[in-house]
């Protein structure tokens, strides 16, 4: 079983920053895709951020040249740097991880999700 904690985030005025980590642990092989997903109220849950495992990133159109996702691959772990933040920005924020674990079994995690705020 893997399980993915994630932290970081809170209230916040327009403009601030705030950055969110997730660490994944379990019977982890090989994390391959890590990434963050936000859902607003009353909206779809849609892609932030993305990571593989060489390094490679995918954003948003929405969040490009405000937020930047990387990992720490020796500790499993994500984190997405969040700059200029809008009041739109304002969701709960969702890891995700594709996983290979110790049996070699393939799935895709969650997140319990952490709720970022940006007032106005």
């Known amino acids: 079983q893997v399980q993915l904690a994630e932290s970081g985030g809170g209230l916040v005025q327009a403009g601030g920053s705030l950055r969110l980590s997730c660490a994944a642990s379990?019977?982890?092989?090989?994390?391959?895709?890590m990434g963050w997903y936000r859902q607003a109220p009353g909206k779809q849950r849609e892609l932030v951020a993305q990571?593989?495992?060489?390094?490679?990133?995918n954003y948003a159109d929405s969040v490009k040249g405000r937020f930047t996702i990387s990992r720490d691959s020796a500790k499993n772990t994500v984190y997405l740097q969040m700059n200029s933040l809008k009041p739109e920005d304002t969701a709960v924020y969702y890891c995700?991880?594709?996983?290979?674990?110790?049996?070699?079994?393939?799935?895709?995690?969650w997140g319990q999700g952490t709720q970022v705020t940006v007032s106005s």
């Open positions: 995700n991880a594709d996983v290979l674990d110790a049996r070699r079994v393939r799935d895709v995690y």
């Open positions: 379990g019977n982890i092989f090989r994390i391959n895709v």
């Open positions: 990571i593989t495992g060489g390094g490679s990133t």
